[in-house]
């Protein structure tokens, strides 16, 4: 699949400065498209096809983000991010402040680009991505003023309030209503990473909220091939879409026929919930 | 305040003009900013563009920057359009989106020139 890359502006910080040397060496070494993020912002039907048809890759310099907070504006999927400021740290060189790429800056550029490569290697998919569709019929289980909503086709959930949406060797997983209403206002997704192998039950990501933390765990086993990146910056997502836009990583799936048999169908996991939600009103 | 400027080579010498400005020429007098930093509403570079006059730079006619400054509340003093230098650069090669030739470099110290002119008044362009 080609790949369209929208870096941050990169003028007044060593780091944008380098963000924009590595979207102009991708597209020169892979082809990929360069999207203008001024531009995009004025006109994104501009890009509309570029986007359609193309991976994302967002490249951010500094802390602010202004390409990702950009890319979340316009709803934009996000398939891989990159933090120059990170990177460096990782890679432990020190860049300096100067406005032109000096040799550790391109040695920077060079480490960022091999990354993406090895990163791209192990979480391309064989396939186009599944079309997942957003629930369209609830169970729901009403505890005290507290109305919580299961998907009553098409999911299916372990123990431990998350659920599971698979199409053909693909699925999405994700956490339940339960879980957004009992953490209330989630600020923080930390996501898994992406070319993991995972067995079921292993932690595919982890959510914070003012109240509590949780760390999600996979209803199956396989390889993490996506994850919701939009999550990192609108985490709110969670609370607004559990079952749709609130998806927390996309697997391709190693053994769903054993998977199955832990898991539960909407029936048996409403009672789950109205046992949960009795104990902590307790 | 150049326009963001990638994957063009007109962007590039919007930007290429802008350092020469602020780094060489004018260092004292003009200082550049992300462009990006006022679309994604950052309040400190909202607050400096309100307090100073502000020379665009854009590559093509659509005008990215001066639009984004003046939506930001940008005083725009002077916009230049790099197309219209190349106006009087016939048949020019200026080079590609990454890489400035001779011509392109030709543009940029004629654009630079003129904004630092206008930077320090006419005088004392160090």
Redesign the interface.
């Known amino acids: 699949m080609k790949r369209a890359i929208l870096p941050c502006n990169g003028l007044d910080k060593q780091q944008g400065v380098l963000a924009r040397e590595l979207a102009l060496r991708l597209m020169e070494t892979q082809g990929a498209e360069v999207i203008c993020p001024v531009l995009l912002n004025n006109s994104p039907a501009r890009y509309e096809k570029a986007l359609a048809d193309a991976s994302l890759l967002v490249i951010d310099g500094c802390p602010t983000r202004c390409a990702s907070k950009l890319a979340n504006k316009l709803g934009l999927r996000v398939d891989d991010k990159v933090l120059v400021s990170e990177e460096a740290k990782s890679a432990g060189l020190d860049v300096g402040e100067s406005l032109r790429p000096g040799s550790v800056g391109m040695q920077l550029v060079e480490v960022m680009e091999a990354g993406l490569a090895r990163a791209q290697e192990l979480a391309v998919s064989e396939e186009p991505a599944t079309d997942f569709e957003s629930p369209t019929d609830y169970l729901t289980v009403t505890y005290d003023k507290f109305i919580f909503k299961i998907p009553a086709q098409g999911y299916l959930f372990n123990e431990n309030d998350c659920w599971v949406q698979a199409v053909g060797s693909r699925a999405r997983v994700g956490v339940s209503d339960f879980v957004q209403q009992s953490l209330t206002d989630i600020t923080y997704f930390e996501p898994a990473e992406v070319g993991r192998e995972i067995e079921q039950f292993d932690e595919i990501g982890s959510l914070e909220s003012g109240k509590s933390m949780m760390d999600a765990l996979s209803p199956v086993s396989g390889r993490i091939v996506a994850v919701n990146s939009q999550l990192v910056d609108s985490p709110e997502l969670v609370n607004e879409d559990p079952y749709g836009r609130g998806w927390i990583a996309e697997i391709e799936l190693t053994d769903f026929d054993s998977d199955k048999e832990l898991l539960l169908d909407a029936a048996a996991y409403s009672m789950i919930v109205e046992k949960k939600a009795a104990e902590a009103q307790r | 305040m150049?326009?963001?400027?990638?994957?063009?080579v007109h962007?590039l010498i919007a930007?290429e003009a802008?350092?020469a400005v602020t780094?060489e020429l004018a260092p004292v007098n003009a200082e550049?900013?992300?462009?990006?930093?006022l679309?994604?509403g950052?309040e400190e570079a909202l607050a400096k563009i309100q307090q100073s006059d502000c020379i665009t730079i854009d590559g093509c006619p659509?005008l990215?920057?001066a639009?984004?400054v003046e939506m930001a509340g940008g005083r725009v003093v002077r916009s230049i359009r790099v197309v219209d230098a190349f106006k009087n650069h016939r048949g020019a090669q200026p080079g590609t989106?990454?890489t400035l030739a001779d011509d392109g470099w030709t543009i940029v110290r004629e654009i630079a020139g003129d904004i630092a002119g206008c930077v320090c008044g006419g005088s004392e362009v160090k």
């Open positions: 150049p326009c963001s400027g990638i994957g063009k962007g930007r802008t350092y780094d550049t900013l992300c462009l990006a930093l679309v994604s950052d659509k990215c920057a639009k984004n989106a990454t």
